[in-house]
C-alpha cells in the first residue's frame, strides 16, 4: 500500500539541518564517556556502567515477564535526582499510579504521560525538558503523517527512527519498551534493533520468580553481563548471591547432578547442570536440551559413545541448566558430561565438587578462560574440589583435580 508522509515542524529534525563539513579525527572534541546510574545495580552492570547521554534502549521480553515494572522502577530511581517523562501508550494515567502505589514507587519528579502520538510526546518533551524519557511500548506509538496503523511495520520504523534522532538531538536517554513474537524476536522489523544503540532481552519463566537482564547489543558496553532479578509483590529486586540462589533447591545424593562454574561477562556463576537418561523403545530417541546448547549435548553424546563405549541409541537424554539460566560457554561440556554418565550408570556426583572444561572431539579436555575467577567462586559457597583442565592448574585454597580427558576424569572420580 502506498504511504504519503508530510514532513512536520520538530526541533529534532531542524536539528540536522545545519551544514557540516569533514574533520579530522583528531580535531574531534573528546570528552571522558560519562554515565549516568540508574540507581539500579544490575541495571547498571549491563549497560556497562550505565547510561550513557542520547543513547537509546530497547527494552524486550514476553508479555507479562515484568518489563514495565522494572522501567517504572528504573523511572522511579532516576526520578530521585532529575525530573522523568515516563509516556505510556498501553496503561493510563489511573493504571499506572495504581502499579506505583504497589512497587512503592511514588515521586513527584516522576511525570506521567498517557499519550501514543508522536508529535505530541515530543512536544511534552520539549515543555518538560526530562533527563530521561521511557516510551511504553513502541508499537503503540504512531505518526500523523504515516498512513499505516499503530503497529505496523512502517509506524514502528519511522516513529523508532524519530525518537532516535530525539535522543542525538537533545542528549536525552530514551528507553523503548518493545513487544516480542511467538519466536521470541522483538516485533516489527529488524532495522529496530540496529536503530537504538542497546537492545535489552527480559527473560525467565513466568511461572518462576526470577528474571534475568541480557545485552543483545550494546554500543558502550559489553554483551556478555547479565543482571539477576526475582519477582516479588513489591517488584523486582536484585539478587546479591545468584549462585547461592540456582543451588538452593539442589536436590541431595541425586544421579545425574553436576555443579559447574559459568561465566556471563565478568561474573562466574554457580549452576547445577541435570541429565535424565531413561531407556526408550522409540527408532529416534529423544534428545533435549533447556538452558544449554543443543548441538553441543549431541557432539558430547557421540564422544561419549566413541571414547567410552557407552550406549544412548537406546535411551531419551534430557539436559537441563536449573533456575531457568542460560549457560551456552564451551567450558560447560564437562559438567554435562558427567551428569549424563551420572545418571546413566544412577551413581550421584560428589555434592562438595564443582566441574569446568570443553571437550574436544577426541575425548580430551581443553583449557577454558578466567579459570581463577572460577575457582574463587567455589570456595566462597564452600566447595571442596573442583574439576579443571590440565593445562588451567592454578592455586587454590580447595582441592584441584586436572585432567587431561573425559575417560581420565571418570577414572579417578
Known amino acids: 500500500m502506498e504511504e504519503h508522509q508530510n514532513k512536520a515542524p520538530s526541533f529534532a529534525l531542524r536539528a540536522s539541518e545545519g551544514k557540516q563539513i569533514p574533520i579530522s579525527i583528531t580535531e574531534v572534541d573528546y570528552k571522558e564517556e560519562s554515565r549516568i546510574s540508574t540507581g539500579i545495580v544490575e541495571v547498571d552492570r549491563v549497560l556497562g556502567g550505565g547510561v550513557v547521554g542520547g543513547s537509546v534502549v530497547l527494552v524486550s521480553g514476553e508479555p507479562g515477564i515484568g518489563k514495565s515494572t522494572m522501567m517504572l522502577q528504573v523511572a522511579e530511581a532516576l526520578s530521585l535526582k532529575s525530573i522523568i517523562l515516563y509516556v505510556s501508550g498501553e496503561e493510563s494515567a489511573n ?33 518538560v525538558k526530562p533527563k530521561f524519557v521511557v516510551i511504553d511500548s513502541i508499537q503503540t506509538m504512531f505518526r500523523d503523517d504515516v498512513s499505516s496503523a499503530p503497529g505496523s511495520v512502517s509506524q514502528v520504523r519511522e516513529c523508532a527512527n524519530y525518537l532516535v534522532r530525539i535522543a542525538k538531538s537533545t542528549g ?18 529488524r532495522i529496530l534493533e540496529h536503530m537504538v544503540d542497546t537492545v535489552l532481552y527480559f527473560e525467565g519463566e513466568r511461572h518462576k520468580q526470577y528474571r534475568i537482564l541480557r545485552a543483545n547489543k550494546n554500543r558502550f558496553g559489553s554483551t556478555n553481563e547479565i543482571g539477576i532479578f526475582e519477582m516479588k509483590d513489591n517488584g523486582l529486586v536484585e539478587v546479591a548471591n545468584p549462585s547461592q540462589v540456582f543451588l538452593s533447591e539442589r536436590p541431595e545424593n541425586s544421579s545425574g547432578s553436576v555443579v559447574t562454574a559459568a561465566l556471563e561477562g565478568t561474573r562466574p556463576l554457580l549452576v547445577e547442570i541435570q541429565a535424565l537418561v531413561a531407556p526408550t523403545k522409540m527408532v529416534y530417541p529423544v534428545r533435549k536440551a533447556t538452558g544449554v546448547d543443543y548441538n553441543r549435548v549431541v557432539i ?24 531457568g539460566v542460560r549457560v551456552s560457554e564451551p567450558a560447560m561440556d564437562l559438567p554435562i558430561a558427567l551428569a549424563i554418565v551420572s545418571c546413566h550408570k544412577n551413581k550421584p556426583f560428589d555434592a562438595k565438587t564443582v566441574a569446568v572444561g570443553e571437550i574436544g572431539l577426541a575425548g580430551e579436555i581443553r583449557s577454558v578462560n578466567q579459570i581463577e575467577q572460577r575457582i574463587k567462586e567455589a570456595e566462597k559457597l564452600g566447595f571442596e574440589q573442583i574439576i579443571v583442565p590440565k593445562s588451567n592448574q592454578s592455586k587454590s585454597k580447595i582441592k584441584l583435580l586436572a585432567v587431561s580427558s573425559v575417560k581420565e576424569a571418570l577414572n579417578r572420580l
Open 95 to 127: 493504571q499506572i499510579r495504581i502499579r506505583a502505589e504497589r512497587l512503592g514507587t511514588l515521586s513527584k519528579n516522576l511525570m506521567l504521560l498517557p499519550e501514543t502520538n508522536l508529535f505530541a510526546i515530543e512536544k511534552a518533551v520539549a515543555d
Open 172 to 189: 536525552i536517554p530514551i528507553f523503548i519498551v518493545g513487544h516480542v513474537t511467538k519466536e521470541g524476536n522483538i516485533a516489527g522489523p
Open 300 to 323: 558430547i553424546l557421540a564422544v561419549l559413545e566413541r571414547q567410552l563405549g557407552l550406549k544412548f541409541s537406546d535411551a531419551d537424554v534430557y539436559v537441563n541448566a536449573a533456575g
